[in-house]
């Protein structure tokens, strides 16, 4: 019988290692200790996050989907009313319907499920996540360039990359370096809610790369004139490719076309 510390590879299991960068993510994900309400946590592994995590916070839900970890989890925390192990698919929980954030050192081949998972929860306040290096550079315009995920989302949640991780920080020792995201909700929208529909349209159509260029496919649903007057007042060439406009000059695209 395989012994519950070894490591899965059909679950992407690389677990955080350090202490100090384990207190680090807490200390991100919960600034100030004992006010953050409800916390979820994703893959509590072997428990190092959920540790600090527990310490500064009111209530703690930690899933972890390997049923090999799980009776270890919750022998570690038995003492710790305020925490709570649960054994499944965080991606199969529902979401509360109460605030919540989200925590946790993703697998990186879930990545993308448990954030579409994060930003489809109504009631998400935050979520810090500690994912591929590349990913989070890529999510939060680190290279200079942005995605369809990160552009539709950017009214109502901000993302920022908030930190690294080396690679020798985990076991076993991945091939690439990790990145600490941050995504919050948005206090006020910069987009109204009846306008939002319009935004995810303009925006899913920019990047729908149809007519080869950004200005080309907005042209499939607005005049000429308007996507010449629109890139004018966003002081954007008409040649920019989709991926390096950034969300701000996104928003007086808006502005201009959804007149």
Known sequence: MARPTHVSRALSQNF????ATADRIARLAVP???QAGLLLEVGAGKGALTEML?????ELVAYEIDPRLVP???DRFAGTPHVRV?????LAGRPPRTPFSVVGNVPFSRTAAIVDWCLRAP???DATLLTQLEYA???TGDYGSWTLVT???WPRYEWRLVGRVGRTRFRPVPRVDAGIVRIERRRAPLVAPDAYPSWRHLVELGFSGVGGSLHASLRQAYPRRRVDAAFRAARLDPRVLVGEVPPGQWLALHAALAR
């Open 137 to 139: 550079r890529k999510r």
């Open 54 to 58: 527990a310490r500064r916070c009111r």
């Open 151 to 153: 552009i539709r989302s």
């Open 16 to 19: 955080l290692a350090d202490r």
């Open 123 to 125: 009631a998400l306040t």
């Open 32 to 34: 100030r200790p004992h």
């Open 72 to 74: 270890v989890l919750r």
């Open 86 to 90: 649960i054994g499944g698919d965080f």
